[in-house]
């Protein structure tokens, strides 16, 4: 992974009116690495990857992408990118083969080739007319003219919107070869699992501002941990109230159930003071630090 930055943003907010919907953002997506943005309905999510591509003006701060700015250089900066909208909107009446076409026309350096593999390995049909296709195969071209440019930036919301389990695994096969070249990817998404599967690094936006970015096992380790621990006799609920992070805790006789938020080495430490016969720890997964940075709603 380089150390280049290819996208930054400085303090980067973004008003309609009176409504905030981003405020501050300060970010550095290095080149080379998949970063995953993730956040609910309404935390910002859109209204950053519109500045990003340029459509909109940020009311502070600045956005820029390879050191150009994302607004005021906005041609420049599409040239360089491939771009996925979530629920994306195609022209109805041209068959695969024509829009990619007339995409191809607006920009140079289409590769054919490329076009051709990605539409087997999508396993797409472009000689239909758009409108005839399911949402899952107007997807697929959405894919396919993202990537054919060989873009050195691909930004993506809700990629796999539509797509059935095989295709989804291709899918993340193209990133691994986008990742492979040292080009960068952006992906906006709900999907907790396929972020966990293809990212390097995920930021977490929430209510406009970004409360945590860094590298899935470090945001992991910094989440919630559920233990199940099993002493080899009788313990006190007291023991435990003072650890730093415990919740939850429930004593049964010589079994503790708690939570612990962070990292959970005081606890561990607390608990070898007694016998332990049998340790359970449950390891949070993407949506456990998700939601314990959303308090679950």
Wanted: hydrophobic fraction near 40%.
């Amino acid at each position: 992974m380089g150390t280049e930055n290819v996208i930054c943003l400085k303090s980067l907010t973004k008003y309609y009116r009176d409504v905030r919907a981003i405020n501050g953002l300060d970010l550095e997506i290095h080149e080379g690495e998949i970063f995953g943005f993730l956040g609910p309905n309404g935390a910002g999510k859109t209204t950053t990857i519109r500045l990003l591509l340029g459509f909109i003006k940020p009311t502070l701060g600045s956005a820029s992408i390879f050191d150009f700015d994302t607004f005021q250089d906005g041609v420049q900066v599409r040239k360089l990118v491939g771009y996925l909208p979530a629920d994306i909107k195609l022209y109805g009446k041209m068959t695969g083969n024509q829009l990619l076409q007339y995409l191809s026309n607006l920009r140079e350096g289409t590769d054919w080739d490329l076009v051709e593999e990605l539409r087997e390995r999508l396993e797409t049909n472009l000689t239909q007319p758009i409108r005839s296709l399911s949402r899952g195969n107007k997807q697929k071209i959405g894919l396919i003219q993202a990537f054919m440019n060989r873009p050195e930036l691909i930004i993506m919301d809700e990629p796999t919107s539509g797509l059935d389990p095989l295709i989804q695994q291709e899918f993340y096969k193209m990133l691994d070869d986008v990742k492979a070249d040292g080009r960068t990817v952006f992906i906006s998404s709900h999907n907790m699992q396929e972020v966990e599967r293809v990212c390097d690094r995920v930021g977490i936006i929430r209510l406009g501002e970004i409360v945590a970015v860094d590298e899935i096992h470090d945001l992991k380790e910094r989440s919630i941990h559920k233990f199940e621990i099993h002493f080899s006799g009788a313990v006190s609920t007291d023991t435990f109230r003072t650890v730093d992070g415990i919740q939850d805790i429930v004593v049964e006789d010589n079994i503790v159930l708690c939570t612990v938020l962070g990292k959970p080495d005081a606890f561990i430490k607390t608990a070898s003071s007694f016998e332990i016969l049998r340790l359970i720890s449950h390891e949070p997964s993407l949506e456990d630090v998700f939601l314990s940075y959303y308090g679950g709603n």
